[in-house]
């Protein structure tokens, strides 16, 4: 069943790469989109008029350069806003930004095993997204459930989305691990190694709020410090001051207000 499963899985992905082939301009902002994202994405709600202008084109770039599909239901427009706000929010800093590294998203309705099942009713149904290697090289799933989760939670230092797209920023050098040659200049490498090291002995030894995944390994620390970098900054800023810092040097992004 698995295997049928991967199989079906990999066709979809083919299709991606078939439509891939064929240019798509920018289409523009649907108006009603906006208000879509001031109900759904606080990152969006708290920004300018001007600075919300400058998302949605970062969005509608995004997803004329991406396919998203839905399985076994139908694509719907939030899912859409939902998966290009998760793509936007880490590189807004920047003036430029393409995921050259994705070709195409496949979306679940729910999490997933590892062998990409979600029917299943067993404990092992606990991914919510993943970063493709080997065959899904360029590709990512992600599960709906997790996604919308991840965006209705504001507090809990938590998002799918955004996590699983700083798994891609991290791997534009070709290596998932914890340091985003694209976005730390060479001098910050050592001091960010070292700060990783120091956070991660903390979270392991049960001595910070930062979330337990966080000590799985360097790339994971990354993407969960990320996650709450952009959740919730101002707690970030005041529980792990260096931290903020370094990442404010990643993103290009100052997001807490003042202490």
Request: charged share 25%; with cysteine.
């Amino acid at each position: 069943m698995a295997y049928i499963f991967i199989s079906v899985v990999i066709v979809l992905f083919a299709v991606h790469f078939y439509r891939k082939a064929k240019r798509h301009s920018v289409k523009p902002f649907p108006e009603h989109w906006h208000k879509l994202l001031t109900d759904n994405v606080l990152f969006y709600r708290n920004l300018s008029k001007d600075a919300q202008l400058i998302f949605q084109q970062k969005m509608m770039l995004f997803l004329s350069e991406v396919y998203i599909d839905a399985v076994q239901f139908e694509l719907e427009e939030l899912d859409k806003v939902l998966i290009a706000a998760s793509a936007v929010i880490p590189v807004f800093g920047f003036k430029e930004w393409h995921y050259t590294n994705l070709s195409g998203i496949l979306l679940y309705p729910d999490n997933f095993n590892e062998d990409m099942q979600f029917s299943s009713k067993d404990n092992s149904r606990n991914i919510g997204g993943i970063v493709g290697n080997g065959r899904f090289e360029k590709q990512m799933i992600l599960s709906k459930k997790a996604l919308y989760h991840g965006f209705k939670n504001t507090t809990d230092k938590s998002n799918t989305g955004i996590h699983e797209f700083v798994h891609l920023i991290d791997k534009l050098d070709d290596s998932t691990d914890g340091v985003p040659e694209r976005l730390l200049e060479h001098q910050y490498a050592l001091p960010w190694l070292n700060l990783i090291h120091k956070e991660m002995e903390a979270i392991n030894d049960n001595h910070s709020d930062i979330r337990k995944y966080g000590g799985t390994n360097q790339a994971e620390f990354f993407a969960v410090a990320s996650e709450y970098f952009f959740e919730r900054p101002d707690l970030l800023k005041k529980k792990h001051p260096d931290l903020y810092k370094m990442l404010v040097k990643c993103f290009n992004q100052k997001l807490a207000d003042p202490i």
